[in-house]
């Protein structure tokens, strides 16, 4: 069962560099979230989707941008990558958000190191 | 805003010891809780889900208590294992809205 997939895994950029965080699920969920990690800080929601062609602000959702074509794929974009923008970032998909028995269920990561 | 807090941030025990992690929250007015468990370089796997209607949930070793009134959730796990080692993660799903707002984490080692 592949559930939710990132690519890539690891990626080291320099300052200033742009690039896409692809992250697909085939579990025909609605709704699809992009959080980070950092140490200690646990994860903080970056966008999020409710469906395909909707997006939304989240916590922390400056510096990145996003987009949901399809329903199974979510990417992730950084324009203009900075040395804050450092950190693991994980994407999850759920059901309806709004029922109380919602589980969320989360990619493997991806490794981001903006030099 | 709804702060969530797991508190001791690491924490050790020789193995079939009992596990008792700890998380608060700020706000009663939560949808549910869940339970996750990350092992180093993964995702996070659900464990347990609590809805705000219930007090605990149980599966296997694993037992969630929820004290809404008090801001409170515990994770027992009964006669722990190395298996166990890793990072759990509490995270509260609030009334308004589909953010779930997660605690910094407390990472168990159980010692052989």
């Known amino acids: 069962n592949a559930g939710v997939t990132q690519t890539p895994k690891f990626r080291v950029l320099k300052t200033g560099q742009s690039m896409t965080l692809l992250c697909a699920q085939d579990m025909n969920h609605e709704y699809m979230y992009w959080y980070r990690q950092d140490p200690g800080m646990g994860l903080r929601l970056i966008h999020y989707?409710?469906?395909?062609?909707?997006?939304a602000k989240g916590e922390v959702p400056d510096g990145y941008n996003v987009s949901r074509l399809k329903k199974q794929n979510f990417l992730l974009g950084l324009e203009s990558a900075a040395p804050s923008q450092t950190s693991v970032y994980f994407c999850?998909?759920?059901?309806?958000?709004?029922?109380?028995?919602?589980?969320?269920?989360f990619g493997a990561g991806t490794r981001l190191s903006v030099l | 805003k709804q702060e969530v807090t797991q508190i001791p941030a690491a924490l050790s025990v020789p193995e079939g010891e009992n596990l008792v992690l700890n998380c608060s929250f700020t706000?009663?007015?939560?949808?549910?809780l869940q339970w996750f468990r990350q092992d180093p370089g993964k995702g996070l796997t659900s464990l347990l889900l609590?809805?705000?209607?219930?007090r605990e949930q149980t599966s296997g070793r694993l037992n969630a208590s929820l004290d809404k009134s008090s801001g409170r959730s515990t994770l027992y796990i009964a006669a722990s294992q190395p298996g166990d080692s890793a990072t759990y993660l509490c995270?509260?799903?609030?009334?308004?809205?589909?953010?779930?707002?997660f605690g910094g984490g407390t990472r168990v080692l159980v010692k052989p």
């Open positions: 995270a509260v799903k609030i009334t308004a809205g589909n953010k779930l707002t």
């Open positions: 609590i809805q705000s209607s219930q």
């Open positions: 999850a998909s759920s059901y309806s958000g709004s029922s109380a028995k919602n589980i969320q269920y």
């Open positions: 706000d009663s007015a939560i949808y549910n």
């Open positions: 989707s409710v469906g395909e062609g909707t997006t």
